[in-house]
């Protein structure tokens, strides 16, 4: 039988694989396209000799080892390249009404329109799509940027795809980066298991995705240490073990995490009421409203800034800010001075007044800006997420973090070193010596509730990059602000804190095992029995509400 039967009588996917190696060596070896032969030349070959000839300006195009032949593919795959007829040029063709409009493919410039009958499609078949996806791959592999790369080889990692083991490997010995090289080690490991090596290079496999250790490697080491015998399934067994309890760890990690970033948001719904609650001893049900209110200010903030300042976009929060303390605070004195201070000593009436005013204020936002959510869009520098090993974390979570801590060391910093946080802390310890002493009493409860109000209305533009802005925003934290405070300590700020992260961790540690609402309750009941034992919570602070 002479070599040329021999060819033809070769599997035909195996004759594919060969051809497709061999144009993938020849890129990843850096060789050129034949001297006969230019980029050009090799794109108009695809309208040429069939098949066969697609086929083979495929492996030309790869071999060049230019970037810019992987949308070209993309577009061949898709069956938007088209050769025009008059002189056998090759273009993508977006079709728009009647005509097709001419995109050169190198270029990407329009290069005019088409009518119909003009231009012809280039004709596909499954074993051209084969060679194009191998194609993509190998070229996505050693493309510039190293985005683009990362993604090829954890894409290559999931699909576990023998006919890209030759590129990967040539990609491999060429990669600099050592994290996108660690990735194509880890996807060149799953190739290794999925194939007929050696026992040693399947150990080592075994090895490499026990270092990774995530979920997706657990996936493919559990089959192989399911079978139970030979030293492979025992280190297969082994890696899995070890990285189900490294799993369990970062899984712990990102419960406290989770916690931690509960805390900072309960924090900043309770800092302010535990002012108000600890200077003046006023149940402040409307404290929840003062919150919303700030995060209304922001997203008319944001509006105002979409329509006439667009390129600000990413300062709105920064500009929401003082306006969201100015106009909660501003309400907060009016509300002191129009209805608080003529009930001070009468903890029910006040309840129930304030009540009645949370439901003035959500009516009234209702009226202004309807029943529905508004949207409050992320700035560029809050959106998105990053990973530290296995814990993942969102920027906006982040940042309401370090703001919350930031906002609690200003706090502090005020009330300790200002002339106001002195008469504060002298009112509430001894409101009768403070009085005596010179300290205007009124004026510190007025100043005081606009405090605690503005900070709600900080904490409100914070919370509308994590929750929906509704009138009924502040209802879902004014009883999770009244437990952080009561547990805390009523108007110790240390104890505000303490008690927002703890009931914080506590909560999403409960949380997947009993379930949201069950944690709650649990949650509750432990503060109950908590109370029950120090009725001042964690830090006991004099104030006149302890006094009477």
């Known amino acids: 039988m002479s070599p040329k039967r021999s060819d033809m009588r070769m599997p035909y996917p195996r004759r594919i694989l060969g051809q497709l190696l061999l144009w993938i060596s020849l890129c990843l070896s850096g060789q050129a396209i034949a001297d006969a032969a230019s980029l050009d030349q090799a794109i108009r070959r695809l309208g040429q000799g069939g098949f066969d000839g697609t086929e083979k300006a495929i492996g030309e195009l790869l071999a060049s080892g230019d970037p810019r032949v992987v949308p070209i593919l993309e577009a061949l795959a898709a069956g938007s390249l088209q050769v025009r007829k008059a002189d ?58 190293p985005a683009i790369r990362r993604q090829a080889a954890d894409a290559l990692f999931r699909r576990a795809d023998p006919d890209a083991r030759v590129a990967l490997e040539a990609a491999l010995a060429a990669e600099k980066d050592p994290a996108i090289a660690r990735r194509m080690r880890e996807a060149l490991a ?15 496999a075994v090895a490499v995705l026990a270092r990774r250790g995530d979920r997706e490697s657990l996936a493919i080491l559990a089959p192989l240490a399911a079978r139970g015998e030979g030293e492979l399934s025992r280190a297969a067994e082994a890696a899995r073990q070890a990285i189900e309890h490294e799993l369990r760890l970062w899984e712990i990690g990102q419960n406290v995490w989770y916690g931690v970033s509960l805390g900072s948001v309960l924090l900043l719904a309770a800092i302010g009421l535990a002012i108000t609650f600890g200077v003046m001893g006023v149940i402040n049900m409307a404290h929840g409203e003062m919150v919303m209110i700030g995060a209304y200010t922001t997203f008319v903030v944001q509006e105002v800034i979409r329509a006439h300042m667009p390129g600000l976009s990413d300062y709105s929060l920064a500009a929401a800010l003082p306006l969201a303390f100015a106009v909660s605070g501003l309400l907060g004195i009016a509300v002191e001075r129009g209805i608080i201070r003529y009930l001070y000593g009468r903890p029910l009436e006040t309840l129930l007044a304030t009540w009645g005013l949370s439901l003035v204020l959500q009516q009234a936002i209702r009226s202004a800006f309807g029943p529905t959510n508004k949207e409050v869009a ?5 959106s998105g997420a990053f990973e530290v090993g296995h814990l993942a974390i969102t920027w906006n979570r982040l940042w309401i973090v370090l703001f919350a801590l930031s906002l609690f060391a200003l706090l502090m910093t005020l009330l300790r070193r200002s002339a106001f946080g002195l008469q504060m802390r002298a009112v509430t310890q001894n409101r009768a010596m403070a009085g005596s002493m010179g300290i205007r009493t009124p004026m510190v409860d007025a100043l005081t509730f606009g405090l605690g109000s503005g900070i709600a209305g900080i904490a409100g533009v914070a919370l509308s990059q994590i929750d929906n802005v509704s009138p009924n925003l502040g209802q879902g934290y004014i009883i999770d602000s009244f437990m952080v405070v009561v547990f805390g300590g009523v108007g110790n700020l240390w104890g505000t804190l303490v008690g927002a992260l703890t009931l914080g961790i506590v909560n999403k540690m409960v949380e997947p095992h009993a379930g949201a609402v069950l944690g709650k309750i649990m949650v509750l009941v432990f503060i109950i029995l908590f109370i029950q034992k120090r009725p ?11 006094e009477t």
């Open 88 to 145: 056998g040029a090759i273009f993508i063709a977006r079709q728009e009404g009647g005509e097709a409009r001419l995109i050169d493919p190198l270029t990407g410039e329009v290069a005019g329109a088409a009518s119909p009958g003009t231009m012809e499609r280039v004709r596909m078949n499954n074993r051209l799509r084969r060679v194009i996806e191998a194609a993509r791959g190998a070229l996505t592999l050693r493309s510039p940027d």
């Open 190 to 204: 799953v190739l290794t298991l999925a194939g007929a090596a050696e026992e040693a290079a399947r150990l080592e």
């Open 378 to 382: 992320n700035p560029s520098w809050m």
């Open 536 to 546: 001042r919570g964690l830090f006991a602070l004099k104030g006149r509400a302890f």
